[in-house]
């Protein structure tokens, strides 16, 4: 019989898997496409399927599709991966081949071009740009006059009716301007990469997506090339697969390709003004540095005794032996140690359970509400994300002065903080350590706490490789196991390559997306503005081309030295360029301390041999139904 997990401090909402955030961290914070799939979402499908000229003219319009040479599989239900295949480099019109085949112009997502401007010499007679424009406009006018009236007509009604009819009447508005933006930029000489059309106008692929995202990308792989494009909730998506093309975003400049645009919406009510994503990337560029400068060694040595200490106490409550659910109990454990070892000991002193329900609230901020609707919208959980910021900077605050006012220093980030400066000089405000505090704690829960449950999963299956990392926990710190350190923790080498392993597999920020905010160029596609260009680590790190025995879970992998033929972008779960983590070694050290503690004091195994599905739902790719066996090793 399933147990739930006991003796934990904090209440199950404050890190349920795929409770209602699973995106504490920056990257993740952003909604990923699958999560917001389902739920609908604003405008701007890409314009032959919702032009305003309705969908039986767009579908007349468009050419009939020719077959493609090999039949694509329904993108959600691919069976088995097609046998490996030689890709050609990105680059070498490898994509052209692919458009050739669905694109009667010839010149790949260019043969939008001759459909765009037909589409508007339809209906403005052929005319010139301004031309098309103005009939974009027209629509656009048309439609500010239906909602307008509808929403005289709502107001006299009730309030939230009247709220939400603005929403959607405002999204609807910036879907229409974008349409006629497309068709502007759509008329000159562009080719764009492979589109995938849908017949569901505005959600475009997001059902198919959101239910199997990694399957989707793959069957889009074989079938179009490692770039292409499709349009989910509105919103055109392109998606830069494999090393070389995923290039051109971790080496963009932000100016280029922006990070603010698509995850501030949602960072900055949690995190606060003037930290992360609220600030220009020159100055999230300085905070990043201030606080890798107390992600030291030094503060390592200590966080791994804390850590250990904390993981102890915390599995006490798990006894002799049971079958309880992993995933949330290591949630738990990763707020009460990354608050101790991150925000330092006052903080995590006044860590309850109410702390934890703020905590969580704050964490319910990370929602598909608050990515698609606008943030003044009075909604429950808005107004809880806000009241629990508050409240939680305000328990920072009074901890910030009273260390300000203290003449003993201690040796932690929030001292770290407390004495950093920017370039000019000037000190951090107690507003902005208060908002990096939260951003640290955030940034690494879900992250965290996802890999560590999956590696547990990993190994419960592969009984050998978890005897082998018992058995080297005794090999490097000696058979009586005394408390760990860090150097040993370096020296638990096969433990390294399982977490490595565990992170390839299920790497917790399936997508990292940037704005294009200007016209961007890669593998002889140019990317228009308004494109959101993503990079998904996901599926780099099963890339058949790149990747050996791709789906196996094979630690010793590592120990060759090019895993992944060399390709520079092939392992990426930590992202890379300028938006890189700054938590990897944090990571490591919490996530291998928590395991070294979980291996010395329990052996564990999967229950009727059920391996945990993946969760599509969450933001990050949680286990389903992380229940786990144990039993306590006798010394
Ligand atoms: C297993 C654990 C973690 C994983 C897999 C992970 C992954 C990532 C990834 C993929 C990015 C890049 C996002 C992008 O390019 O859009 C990132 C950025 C970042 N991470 Fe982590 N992270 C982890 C833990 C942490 C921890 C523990 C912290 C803090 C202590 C942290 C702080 C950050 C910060 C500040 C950024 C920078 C975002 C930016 O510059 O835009 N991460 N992380």
New binding site residues.
């Given amino acids: 019989m399933r147990e739930e997990a006991g003796g934990a401090a904090l209440p199950r909402s404050g890190a349920a898997p795929g409770g209602r955030g699973s995106g504490l961290?920056?990257?993740?914070a952003m909604p990923s496409p699958a999560g917001e799939a389902p739920r609908g979402h604003p405008a701007g499908a890409r314009t032959r399927e919702a032009s305003a000229g309705g969908q039986s003219a767009a579908r007349a319009r468009r050419p009939a599709p020719r077959p493609p040479a090999r039949p694509m599989a329904p993108l959600a239900a691919r069976p088995t991966p097609s046998p490996r295949r030689a890709r050609p480099p990105v680059g070498s019109g490898a994509g052209n081949r692919h458009i050739g085949r669905d694109q009667p112009s010839g010149e790949g997502r260019g043969g939008d071009r001759p459909r765009s401007a037909a589409r508007a010499g339809g209906r403005a007679g052929g005319g010139s740009t301004a031309r098309r424009m103005a009939v974009g406009a027209e629509g656009t006018l048309s439609l500010m006059e239906v909602g307008g009236s509808l929403l005289e007509r709502v107001a006299v009604g009730n309030p939230l009716s009247l709220v939400l009819a603005a929403s959607a009447f405002a999204l609807s508005l910036g879907y229409l301007f974008q349409l006629g933006y497309r068709r502007h930029v759509g008329s000159e000489q562009k080719k764009y990469p492979p589109y995938i059309s849908s017949s569901i106008p505005f959600l475009g692929h997001a059902i198919a997506f959101g239910k199997s995202p990694i399957e989707f990308l793959e069957n889009a792989y074989d079938r179009y090339g490692p770039v292409f494009s499709f349009t989910m909730v509105g919103k055109t998506f392109t998606y830069l697969l494999g090393s070389d093309a995923a290039a051109l975003l971790f080496n963009s400049k932000n100016e280029d390709l922006n990070?603010e645009d698509v995850?501030s919406r949602l960072t900055t009510p949690v995190f606060g003004k003037g930290v992360?994503?609220d600030v220009p990337?020159t100055v999230?560029?300085e905070q990043?540095k201030m606080?890798k400068t107390g992600?030291n060694i030094a503060q390592f040595k200590q966080h791994v005794s804390v850590i250990e200490e904390e993981t102890k106490e915390y599995f006490k409550a798990w006894g002799e032996s049971g079958e309880k659910n992993l995933f949330e109990a290591l949630s738990e454990l990763i707020i009460l140690t990354?608050s101790h070892c991150?925000h330092g000991k006052e903080i995590r002193s006044l860590l309850n359970e109410k702390v934890a329900q703020l905590y969580a609230d704050l964490d319910g901020g990370f929602t598909h509400a608050a990515w698609l609707l606008p943030g003044w919208l009075p909604l429950p959980s808005f107004r809880r994300r806000d009241r629990a910021h508050k409240e939680i900077k305000n328990i920072f605050y009074k901890v910030i002065q009273k260390r300000r006012k203290s003449d003993e220093k201690e040796q932690d980030m929030l001292q770290t903080l407390l004495d950093a400066s920017y370039k000019d000089g000037r000190l951090l405000t107690d507003d902005e350590i208060a908002g990096m505090l939260i951003?640290?704690?955030l940034?690494?829960q879900h992250?965290?706490s996802t890999?560590s449950a999956w590696l547990g999963f990993f190994i419960a299956r592969d009984k050998s490789i978890q005897d082998q990392c018992y058995a080297e926990q005794k090999a490097v710190c000696g058979d009586d196991l005394p408390p760990l350190t860090y150097d040993q923790l370096k020296d638990l080498s096969l433990l390294d390559r399982c977490l490595k392993e565990t992170?390839r597999l299920r790497?917790?920020?399936m997508t990292?997306?940037?704005m294009a905010r200007t016209p961007q160029t890669v593998a002889g596609y140019n990317i228009p503005p308004g494109h959101q260009v993503c990079v998904s680590?996901t599926v780099n790190h099963r890339l058949r081309d790149s990747w050996k025995d791709a789906l196996d879970f094979k630690p010793d992998r590592y120990l060759q030295d090019n895993p992944a033929a060399g390709e520079k972008f092939a392992y990426?779960?930590?992202?890379?360029?300028?938006?890189?983590?700054?938590?990897?070694n944090?990571?490591y050290v919490?996530?291998k301390t928590i395991w070294s503690t979980l291996l010395r004091l329990y052996e564990f195994d999967l229950i009727n041999d059920y391996f945990p599905t993946i969760n599509y739902t969450t933001m990050i790719h949680t286990p389903n139904n992380p229940i786990i066996r144990y039993k306590r090793r006798s010394l």
């Fill in positions: 961290r920056p990257g993740a990070a995850y992360a994503y990337n999230f560029l990043k606080l992600l990354a991150l951003g640290l704690l940034a690494g992250t965290s890999t992170l790497p917790p920020i990292m997306m940037r680590p990426v779960p930590f992202g890379a360029g300028r938006h890189r983590c700054i938590g990897e944090f990571a919490q996530i």
